[in-house]
């Protein structure tokens, strides 16, 4: 038999990730959303990625392949692994993230921003989280209590995001609101209508997005 509405929620789970997403999603729409920089960057290309002469770049300035990191400091843990910490600013493949900190592996492409993350992709939506990993190609990776933003101020919040593929997204502990956010003695406040559920599913190649436990 189907589960009631709200069965198998772990509410407790999903108003922590809502109350720490809210906060930081909020405090952004307050100041001005970051953008990627449009100074000329420093192009740091990782060996397995070195861009060929002729490439022109992008409307960024990098060169296909290459990367831009920009941080108070900048130091290299092996000879394929540096760490970049403190306000720091990455821009890869069509995305800018900014963080406390981030490693990036040469050999496996793997990059990690941990505190305070906040990605601005391509098409304008910011998405934020407290640790987020992205694969070598930044098609797939994890994101935990996370936020986003979308260009028409549709917003989702979610305990944990993992991308399993480009066309593949799994949600946990989910809230999905079109509402403005509102802020009442200093507290964010709920949303006056949202969707609840414990887990989604969205394949964008169907164009579906699957709820369970939805409320």
């Not at 809210?22 to 307050?30: F, G, P, V």
């Not at 993230?97 to 592996?105: E, K």
């Not at 906040?118 to 797939?140: E, L």
């Not at 200093?186 to 164009?207: C, F, H, L, Y």
Request: charged letters at 20%.
């Amino acid at each position: 038999a189907p589960l009631p509405a709200g069965a198998g929620v772990d509410h407790t789970g999903m108003q922590v990730a809502f109350e720490l997403a809210m906060a930081s999603a909020a405090q952004t729409q307050t100041s001005s959303a970051a953008q990627p920089t449009q100074n000329q960057p420093t192009q740091n290309q990782p060996a397995s990625k070195t861009a060929a002469a002729d490439d022109k770049p992008g409307p960024d300035g990098l060169r296909p392949g290459a990367a831009y990191v920009e941080a108070d400091q900048v130091e290299s843990l092996t000879q394929n692994q540096f760490v970049a910490n403190g306000s720091v600013e990455m821009r890869y493949k069509d995305r800018t993230i900014h963080a406390d900190q981030v490693q990036y592996n040469t050999d496996t492409g793997v990059t990690v921003a941990t505190g305070h993350t906040q990605t601005v992709d391509d098409d304008g939506t910011i998405q934020f989280a407290d640790s987020i990993t992205y694969d070598d190609n930044m098609k797939s990776g994890v994101s935990y209590n996370f936020a986003a933003i979308s260009r028409d101020n549709a917003k989702v919040f979610a305990r944990k995001v993992e991308q399993i593929d480009p066309d593949t997204n799994e949600l946990t502990n989910v809230i999905y609101t079109p509402c403005d956010l509102c802020v009442a003695h200093g507290k964010t406040q709920e949303p006056s209508w949202s969707i609840q559920a414990s887990r989604v599913t969205q394949r964008k190649d169907k164009k579906m997005v699957y709820y369970r436990n939805a409320f």
